[in-house]
């Protein structure tokens, strides 16, 4: 019972957030001018703003931050490093460079979704090349992964360097988090994708929590390297798949798994779930404050979460003395 009331919870808590998201931005809305625009045949200036534009960011959000919470969790575990988040691989770097190209060359928002995923996998399989080919442990796939991630960076500086300012200005809000481009046709596909990944990322519980003992330990009750690579892929994808629909968002696989392996201590088979609940409600309240303290401008809520993610940083130091 102690199980199921805290999953409640956790959904209640995401309920409020969802309806507090519902109300605040540029133009605040009352619970009774929601209930309204809510309403089948309603025409009004609420109806358009909150079904046409906050509801697709609300959603965008949920599926952001449930897959780089997942994503980070699964990173942290198959790495064995507290501070390994989805962009470890280089995955911000490819999609960086693939949306910025999509971006220069004045191409359809769609292409940029497709550039940026393109360009996360690519990176990944380069890394997961290296790994196989050389035989990386731990530490050396963490720098490969960093060091892919600015070759791509210097590669979108390049093209920075070589574009109108219009674009490069239309690229940096891409790279700072961005959720304004929501759109239902995309939403759909996201969603039913990074609900199957989760669930597989669910099924490899035992194989995570034994891996917390390290990896002789591990691999002499049985967690096999194509075990291994499956978990790796799914973070990745996860990873991938919220970069190419948000932008570059930091910090949210690097918290959220911290924060929820505290309240709900090691264990994978609830660790992931709410480290999703956690993700999802943590994302949407910072993409509600961008839209909120500066009207009638817009904080990217990459900015938002970090200046969280540097708060975060200061308190860890501070506790494990780093």
């Given at each position: 019972m102690?199980?199921?009331?805290?999953y409640i919870?956790?959904?209640f808590?995401?309920?409020i957030l969802?309806?507090f998201?519902l109300?605040?931005g540029t133009e605040f809305?009352?619970p009774?001018?929601?209930?309204h625009?809510?309403?089948p045949?309603?025409?009004?200036?609420a109806h358009?703003i909150?079904t046409?534009?906050?509801?697709?960011?609300?959603?965008?959000?949920?599926?952001t931050?449930a897959a780089?919470?997942?994503s980070g969790?699964?990173?942290q575990?198959?790495?064995?490093?507290p501070?390994?988040?989805?962009?470890i691989?280089?995955?911000s770097?490819?999609?960086?460079l693939?949306?910025?190209?999509?971006i220069v060359?004045?191409?359809?928002?769609?292409f940029i979704?497709i550039?940026?995923?393109?360009g996360?996998i690519?990176?990944v399989?380069?890394?997961?090349?290296?790994?196989?080919?050389h035989?990386f442990?731990?530490?050396?796939?963490?720098l490969?992964?960093?060091?892919?991630s600015?070759?791509m960076s210097s590669?979108?500086?390049?093209i920075?360097?070589?574009s109108?300012s219009?674009?490069?200005?239309?690229?940096?809000m891409?790279?700072?988090g961005?959720l304004?481009?929501?759109?239902y046709?995309?939403?759909?596909g996201a969603?039913i994708?990074?609900?199957?990944?989760i669930?597989?990322?669910?099924r490899?519980h035992k194989?995570?929590d034994?891996?917390?003992?390290?990896?002789?330990?591990s691999?002499?009750l049985?967690?096999?390297g194509s075990?291994?690579?499956?978990?790796?892929?799914?973070a990745a994808?996860l990873s991938?798949?919220?970069?190419s629909?948000?932008?570059?968002?930091?910090f949210?696989?690097?918290i959220?798994p911290?924060?929820a392996?505290?309240i709900f201590?090691?264990e994978?088979?609830k660790?992931?779930?709410?480290s999703a609940?956690?993700?999802?409600?943590f994302?949407?309240?910072a993409?509600t404050?961008?839209r909120?303290?500066?009207?009638?401008y817009e904080i990217?809520v990459g900015?938002i979460t970090?200046?969280?993610g540097?708060?975060?940083?200061?308190?860890y130091?501070?506790r494990?003395r780093?």
């Amino acid at each position: 019972m102690n199980k199921l009331w805290r999953y409640i919870l956790f959904l209640f808590i995401l309920i409020i957030l969802v309806f507090f998201a519902l109300m605040a931005g540029t133009e605040f809305y009352s619970p009774r001018d929601i209930i309204h625009a809510l309403t089948p045949g309603s025409d009004s200036t609420a109806h358009t703003i909150i079904t046409g534009i906050r509801i697709p960011r609300i959603l965008l959000a949920l599926v952001t931050g449930a897959a780089l919470a997942v994503s980070g969790v699964l990173f942290q575990s198959i790495l064995k490093n507290p501070l390994a988040d989805p962009f470890i691989m280089g995955v911000s770097g490819g999609a960086s460079l693939g949306a910025s190209l999509a971006i220069v060359f004045s191409l359809p928002n769609i292409f940029i979704v497709i550039f940026s995923f393109a360009g996360s996998i690519f990176v990944v399989l380069f890394v997961h090349f290296m790994s196989s080919r050389h035989s990386f442990g731990t530490s050396s796939l963490i720098l490969t992964g960093i060091s892919v991630s600015f070759i791509m960076s210097s590669g979108v500086l390049l093209i920075f360097a070589m574009s109108r300012s219009q674009d490069v200005h239309r690229a940096m809000m891409w790279l700072m988090g961005d959720l304004s481009q929501a759109r239902y046709d995309m939403l759909a596909g996201a969603g039913i994708s990074c609900g199957i990944l989760i669930l597989l990322a669910l099924r490899y519980h035992k194989h995570l929590d034994i891996l917390s003992f390290g990896e002789q330990f591990s691999r002499n009750l049985g967690v096999t390297g194509s075990e291994l690579r499956h978990i790796f892929w799914i973070a990745a994808l996860l990873s991938a798949l919220s970069v190419s629909l948000a932008g570059v968002v930091g910090f949210v696989g690097l918290i959220i798994p911290h924060l929820a392996r505290s309240i709900f201590g090691p264990e994978h088979r609830k660790l992931i779930p709410l480290s999703a609940f956690c993700g999802a409600g943590f994302l949407i309240l910072a993409d509600t404050t961008g839209r909120s303290i500066a009207p009638p401008y817009e904080i990217p809520v990459g900015i938002i979460t970090g200046f969280a993610g540097g708060i975060f940083f200061l308190i860890y130091m501070t506790r494990r003395r780093v």
